[in-house]
């Protein structure tokens, strides 16, 4: 008999982590690589955590001059990440609402919404939203 596989909704702050050195880094290496333990973790993600990451290695490629070389082989590999993903279209009537109600992003209402939907903790490293929507779900978990 396997153990239960974990069960997350990740945002972007956690998988950007993944490909710049910040700090948890080594956490979030820890918990990506679950995505390939016996059972594999399922982490959830919508689909516009794809263009968050995106935009977060241009934003290192403009600011702190990373290599474009770096930045596009570390967007390759954030395409293979066997993740679920979500249409935000499912999520962004809910994620619209959440937003004006807890004056958070419709970006960040997305991940709420979609931990909400599924019962399952969000993991984020953006303090301000986990505290933002910390009790209407699960769990917030901020590292």
Same mark, same amino acid.
């Given at each position: 008999?396997?153990?239960?596989?974990?069960?997350?909704?990740?945002? #972007? &702050?956690?998988?950007?982590?993944?490909? +710049?050195?910040?700090?948890?880094?080594?956490?979030?290496?820890?918990?990506?690589?679950?995505?390939?333990?016996?059972?594999?973790?399922?982490?959830?993600?919508?689909?516009?955590?794809?263009?968050?990451?995106?935009?977060?290695?241009?934003?290192?490629?403009? *600011?702190?001059?990373?290599?474009?070389?770096?930045?596009?082989?570390?967007?390759?590999?954030?395409? *293979?990440? &066997?993740? *679920? +993903?979500?249409?935000? /279209?499912?999520?962004?009537?809910?994620?619209?609402?959440?937003? #004006?109600?807890?004056?958070?992003? /419709?970006?960040?209402?997305?991940?709420? +919404?979609?931990?909400?939907?599924? &019962?399952? @903790?969000? +993991?984020?490293?953006?303090? @301000?939203?986990?505290?933002?929507?910390?009790?209407?779900?699960?769990?917030?978990? #901020?590292?």
């Amino acid at each position: 008999m396997t153990d239960a596989p974990l069960r997350f909704v990740v945002d #972007a &702050s956690v998988g950007i982590k993944l490909f +710049v050195d910040e700090d948890y880094s080594d956490k979030v290496h820890t918990l990506f690589e679950q995505l390939a333990a016996d059972p594999p973790a399922n982490l959830y993600v919508p689909d516009l955590f794809f263009i968050e990451c995106t935009n977060i290695l241009l934003k290192y490629t403009r *600011r702190f001059g990373r290599s474009l070389e770096d930045s596009r082989a570390d967007l390759v590999d954030l395409g *293979r990440l &066997s993740l *679920r +993903v979500v249409p935000t /279209a499912e999520l962004m009537e809910d994620a619209f609402l959440l937003g #004006a109600e807890q004056n958070i992003t /419709a970006y960040d209402a997305c991940y709420a +919404v979609l931990a909400s939907r599924l &019962s399952l @903790p969000l +993991v984020t490293a953006d303090e @301000p939203l986990a505290k933002a929507v910390g009790a209407l779900l699960i769990g917030a978990l #901020a590292i």
